[in-house]
């Protein structure tokens, strides 16, 4: 595969101050709206993370299946930023669950990140048929107790796996990172996480632009001279959901973080509401092993 090259030269100077953070169950300052890095090929990785971190981006999320940590890490590591303000997440794989496994994984992904430690570590999926994700967590609170990891959550979880999982815990997951965006917009899951005071954090939260052209998107980015997915994106931040849009594209990585000069009003809100139709790009957790 060719190399390919992307500027380092910030195209919008945004100020991490303008930048709002949630909070975590545990206390962690989260900043609500990262870059997800799923299929940012290694060949691009560096300098991606370079170049999002230049414009204001202060938290990547990736994952052991990604097959880009190394590259991840070292944007990370070069960015100029000092790593006590960058926010990095990755995610064990299935076919590395259950509770000796665990630690295995983990050090091999701190090893390939190389940023001294994580700030938050994912179940990547349930994969409720191999019946390992509760001593999966149990592994993870260790890590957490043994301060490898400063946070851990799940990731693509319904409400029945968040249950059986608290059940058997003793440590409520900080985050849960779920599907979502217009089309499925996960009322029960994002229920359940606030019963239980978990952060929901939308993946795919764009849709991969599927819903851009339906015309109450279109109307409102119309009105507020956003483009559609500004407009969706703000609709997340509206709702209170950390947001991880991907995009290797220079003037898009500008664009998806230039949100937070603008506001949906209540009847905005109400409408994309409607745009609910239940259907998944990824699949269901339910039957994903």
Do not use: C
Not at 228 to 245: E, F, K, S, T, Y
């Amino acid at each position: 595969m060719e190399p390919r090259n992307l500027t380092l030269e910030p195209t919008v100077t945004f100020s991490n101050s303008q930048m709002p953070a949630l909070i975590t169950n545990t206390g962690q300052k989260i900043p609500q709206l990262g870059l997800g890095v799923y299929k940012v090929t290694p060949d691009i990785g560096v300098d991606l993370v370079r170049l999002a971190i230049g414009n204001g981006y202060r938290r990547i999320d990736t994952a052991a299946l990604y097959d880009n940590e190394p590259e991840i890490g070292a944007g990370v590591r070069t960015s100029g930023v000092d790593r006590e303000e960058l926010f990095v997440t990755t995610k064990i794989w299935n076919d590395r669950q259950g509770y000796p496994e665990v630690f295995d994984a983990v050090e091999e992904s701190l090893n390939r990140l190389n940023i001294g430690y994580l700030d938050m570590l994912l179940i990547h999926w349930p994969a409720p048929a191999q019946g390992k994700f509760v001593e999966t967590w149990r592994a993870f609170e260790e890590l957490l107790d043994k301060g490898r990891v400063r946070g851990i959550g799940v990731s693509n979880f319904n409400p029945e796996h968040i249950e059986e999982l608290i059940e058997s815990s003793n440590v409520i997951p900080a985050i849960n990172q779920v599907e979502l965006h217009p089309g499925l917009q996960q009322a029960e899951v994002r229920a359940i996480n606030q019963k239980f005071g978990i952060l929901t954090e939308a993946w795919s939260p764009l849709a991969r632009a599927r819903m851009n052209d339906e015309g109450v998107i279109q109307s409102i980015s119309s009105r507020t001279g956003k483009t559609p997915a500004q407009v969706i994106l703000r609709w997340h931040i509206q709702l209170g959901n950390l947001v991880i849009p991907k995009s290797s594209n220079p003037d898009r990585l500008s664009e998806n973080i230039d949100v937070f000069d603008f506001e949906l009003t209540e009847t905005d809100m109400a409408s994309i509401a409607t745009l609910e139709n239940g259907n998944r790009i990824g699949p269901n957790p339910a039957d994903f092993s």
